[in-house]
């Protein structure tokens, strides 16, 4: 049997009954309590990922994506209520006492943000910065420290990382910097990496090294990775799977050709609809009409009723239940079963 046969087989049971989730969220929602009353962030999430794997979060700015995350690793504030479990290498991570949250955050779990800079103090040279982030969770000298740290520089490319250590974050380009984020969130070999909008502050060539960077240190390190974007033509040559999000709930998910190709859901359509083409020249995205709810007073039944070019008084009514589609396909919707997959988005 070949190499890559096994592998395949290995994988393929992997994501089934081999191995457990490194992640499983389950049913899990998030309320900011405000003077204007709660704000319904995160609405009953459930999801998991497996160790290795890719899983996206699409959704437009405000869906509740950035919130799932934080709520994860606790980093929410402090006016924030949390439900449901979160369950990581066996732990809750909801009920873990602050210390142990606190050595999982930067160790097993690593985060980057859209902005380096609320990751990388401007006071200290990029080097020290990842040397401290290592030493922090492990025993090692200072000297082996920097030499990790070029050979991560290196890895995210990062020309001449020797040099380039003991500079200090302003005099690295945007797109260096967020290399530079990048090496520190592996510096400690993360089970799961959760990047949030990695290149939105970035231009688009830029976009495209800083996602390839990405993804080849996802697959050199093996760690698994929540990629959260809120455009979902980033996410088609990055991910396992898709999941997307939209007023506070979980819309749709499944594999990345399942979202692609066989949407059952009239927002993730929506989505694919405003990828800019490459072959036009459309230069100017079609956004999808009107905005996102608020989800103070969210309208009544389904969220995206008022902006679906589907929608019929059943939307009004109530909110859609996930309907199911084999495999881990499924769709909240009134008319996922009714939708034409056939016809393409863009057609
Ligand atoms: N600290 C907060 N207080 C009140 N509402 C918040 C707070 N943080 C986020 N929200 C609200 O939660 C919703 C989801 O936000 P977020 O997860 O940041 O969206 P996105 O999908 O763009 O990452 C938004 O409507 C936002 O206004
Ligand atoms: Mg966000």
């Not at 990047?195 to 688009?204: G, I, S």
Request: glycine share 6%; net charge negative.
């Amino acid at each position: 049997m070949g190499y890559a046969t096994l592998l395949t087989l290995v994988r393929g049971m992997s994501g089934t009954e081999m191995s457990e989730p490194l992640l499983k969220v389950d049913d899990m929602s998030v309320s900011f309590k405000t003077d204007a009353g709660d704000v319904r962030a995160v609405s009953n999430v459930s999801f998991e990922i497996s160790p290795g794997e890719v899983l996206a979060v699409v959704g437009e700015s405000g869906s509740g994506k950035s919130v799932t995350a934080l709520a994860l690793m606790r980093l929410h504030p402090k006016n924030t209520e949390t439900t449901g479990q979160v369950m990581f290498d066996g732990m809750n991570l909801l009920d873990l006492p602050e210390p142990q949250i606190r050595s999982i955050r930067g160790r097993d779990i690593a985060m980057i943000f859209q902005d380096p800079m609320t990751a990388l103090n401007p006071v200290f040279s990029v080097g020290e910065q990842i040397v401290e982030a290592i030493r922090i969770h492990n025993d090692v000298s200072k000297a082996d420290a920097w030499a990790k740290v070029v050979d991560l520089l290196q890895l995210v490319g990062v020309p001449e990382p020797k040099q380039r250590a003991a500079q200090y974050p302003h005099e690295y380009s945007g797109g260096m910097r967020q290399r530079a984020m990048i090496a520190m969130a592996i510096c400690n070999d993360p089970k799961l990496l959760i990047a949030d909008e990695p290149t939105t502050a970035l231009d688009v060539t830029v976009q495209a090294q800083v996602m390839e960077v990405l993804h080849d240190v996802q697959e050199a390190t093996g760690s698994a990775m929540m990629l959260i974007t809120h455009d979902l033509g980033l996410v088609a040559g990055s991910a396992d799977r898709v999941q997307v999000m939209y007023a506070s709930r979980l819309m749709e998910r499944g594999s990345t050709d399942e979202i692609f190709y066989e949407s059952r859901n009239p927002y993730t359509r929506a989505l694919l609809a405003s990828i800019p083409d490459l072959e036009s020249v459309k230069d100017k995205l079609d956004s999808i009409p009107g905005n996102p709810p608020s989800l103070l007073n969210p309208p009544s039944g389904c969220a995206f009723r008022p902006r679906c070019s589907m929608s019929v008084p059943q939307c009004a009514e109530a909110v859609p239940e996930l309907v199911a589609f084999g495999g881990n396909h499924a769709s909240r919707c009134h008319l996922a079963t009714e939708i034409d997959i056939t016809t393409g988005v863009n057609a």
